[in-house]
């Protein structure tokens, strides 16, 4: 069978405006889907909206608004979000669609009922509206949420329940087997502790007289599915399951990777695997778990008045430098920081005169002593010209030691090859990492051989040169289109070719273009 790639980012709440969490999850996923499209992988990448539950009805009574209409605006503000991403989603699916959505959750809930793991019982607990959630005790500080600063509500009543911990076992080996791997290496060890002592069973419904915004419980409209038992099942409702075409559901599932935030692991690792393997399903194959990210070194809250608005970068900078600043600032699966300043020095410093600077200075000097077309070298002409410099980071394997080598080679042996490595490993920050490591490469290269000294002397040398730079700009520009699609389209066509062209030039023409990245360091801002 050819391969296939599934990848989700989590669905989300739709009770405000979305925010750089998002965001960050929409690049994360897009980027991987977009490196498996391009390797000929039949490749569906999934987003959508969580729009039941009772933190959504609240907010929308909070604006005075109709819970419908509330929903529809903000799904729309996520759609939009992906979009001005430049993301590339193969289908969107919401909650709340009762045509797309509902047959698979209900579908499902009666799978969980035929293997006899749902049942009903009293419960008396401590209801999280902010996490949708019951939480304990010990989850709390000062009598509240710590997460959400909220005083948890007292809920006692008659509920569906989930047999969880018939599975705990089961799901326990098969993360630690990674039958489900569950990356970074911390997470998977923190859901195991988890699930050595928890896994308890779970409600999985709400009487429908305190909830009716939901999916009503198949068979039992007294009660509604309790949010998450319904929001999971998105990643198998948006193949078709449950809805007589099953297609997708056949090809794509199980998933390759879930996309995930820490804060949401135990719902994933541990609830998602229990209804699954309740439904005879696979597992998903893995879970990616993404850290938290705080601005200025705080959580970002309406009351600091720290929160980042994605639009406004991506306004202001490009879509691509939000993406870059994205995966190449914040290690992927780790917490990290996002400030103002942190953005506009690695926007000018990285990409205003790193990468951009660099293709327009190749660009220039071809333009200049080669009137903008300069043919394939002979291999003497380049072995002549061996990259002088060492690209070293710790990401790179020791191989890389091929100083004085044809710079052919060592790109083809050790960045392309490393850079892959780290695609199919998930390991998207080492894999940015490495690339714009090497357009520093390359700037170095010219400092080394100075074109515009050589070219006085050696115009033959200087054509060398100037080709090796250009073919390796065009050949990097290639891996970097999974994280900055249009940056990487714009510097081909720079040197007068595409992206879609697998094979390299064997001439360059130069078509000069707007900078790539404006300097936003002086004068007013431009978009
Ligand atoms: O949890 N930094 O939705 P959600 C990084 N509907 N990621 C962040 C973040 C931050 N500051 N804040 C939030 C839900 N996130 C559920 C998911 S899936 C079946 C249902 C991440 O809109 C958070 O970790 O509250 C989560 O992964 C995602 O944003 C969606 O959060």
Redesign the pocket.
């Known amino acids: 069978m050819d391969k296939k790639f599934y990848v989700t980012t ?4 739709v009770n405000a405006a979305p ?4 965001a ?2 929409d690049v994360v996923a897009d980027t991987l889907a977009r490196w498996h499209r391009a390797r000929g992988e039949a490749t569906f990448f999934l987003s959508g909206t ?1 729009e039941h539950g009772a933190k959504i009805v609240r907010a929308a009574e909070k604006a005075n608004v109709s819970t419908k209409e509330f929903v529809e605006k903000h799904r729309d503000e996520f759609k939009k979000l992906l979009a001005s991403l430049g993301a590339q989603q193969d289908d969107f699916i919401y909650t709340s669609d009762s045509e797309r959505h509902w047959p698979g959750a209900e579908a499902f809930w009666k799978k969980l009922v035929d293997a006899d793991d749902l049942y009903k019982a009293t419960y008396e607990g401590l209801y999280c509206v902010g996490h949708e959630a019951f939480v304990t005790e010990k989850d709390l500080v000062d009598g509240k949420c710590a997460d959400h600063n909220q005083t948890p509500e007292k809920i006692a009543e008659e509920n569906y329940f989930f047999r969880l911990s018939k599975y705990k076992d089961r799901i326990k080996s098969a993360i630690a087997s990674d039958e489900m791997r569950i990356m970074p290496e911390s997470r998977k060890k923190e859901i195991l502790a988890f699930l050595e002592e928890g896994a308890v069973d779970i409600s999985f419904s709400r009487p429908s007289k305190d909830i009716s915004w939901g999916i009503p419980v198949p068979g039992d409209r007294e009660h509604t599915m309790y949010v ?1 038992a319904d ?2 099942t ?2 198998i409702s948006a193949l078709g399951y449950g809805r007589g075409d099953d297609t997708n559901f056949k090809t794509f599932w199980p998933a390759d990777a879930h996309i ?5 692991l135990r ?1 994933h690792a541990a609830i998602w695997p229990g209804m699954l393997l309740s439904a005879g399903l696979p597992l998903p194959k893995m879970l990616l778990v ?5 601005s200025g070194g705080q ?2 809250s309406k009351t600091l008045g720290n929160v980042i608005d994605p639009t406004e970068f991506i306004d202001q900078y490009g879509k691509d430098a939000f993406r870059y600043f994205l995966l190449r600032e914040i290690p992927l699966g780790e917490d990290g920081d996002f400030t103002r300043e942190r953005f506009r020095d690695v926007y000018e410093g990285n990409l205003a005169h790193g990468m951009g600077n660099l293709v327009s200075r190749t660009a220039a000097m071809i333009n200049k002593y080669f009137e903008g077309h300069i043919e394939a070298p002979s291999a003497e002409a380049l072995a002549g010209v061996p990259t002088r410099r060492v690209l070293k980071h710790e990401v790179l394997s020791s191989r890389v030691s091929l100083d004085g080598s044809a710079l052919n080679t060592y790109f083809e042996r050790d960045i392309a090859e490393e850079f892959s490595r780290a695609m199919f490993e998930y390991r998207l920050t080492d894999a940015i990492t490495i690339l714009s490591s090497f357009f520093s490469l390359l700037d170095g290269y010219i400092q080394d051989y100075e074109p515009y000294r050589l070219v006085k002397t050696d115009p033959d040398k200087t054509k060398a040169v100037l080709w090796n730079v250009a073919l390796h700009i065009i050949r990097a520009a290639k891996l970097l289109e999974s994280f900055m699609p249009s940056t990487a389209e714009k510097i081909v066509k720079v040197f007068g070719t595409e992206l879609k062209q697998k094979e390299d030039p064997t001439s360059i023409h130069i078509t000069l273009s707007e900078a790539l990245f404006p300097s936003k360091a002086d004068g007013p801002k431009t978009d």
Do not use: C, E, S
């Open positions: 989590p669905i989300f709440y925010h750089l969490g998002h960050y999850a969580d998450w929001a999971l998105n990643y995930i935030g820490k804060d949401i719902f993404t850290g938290m990210i705080r959580k970002m």
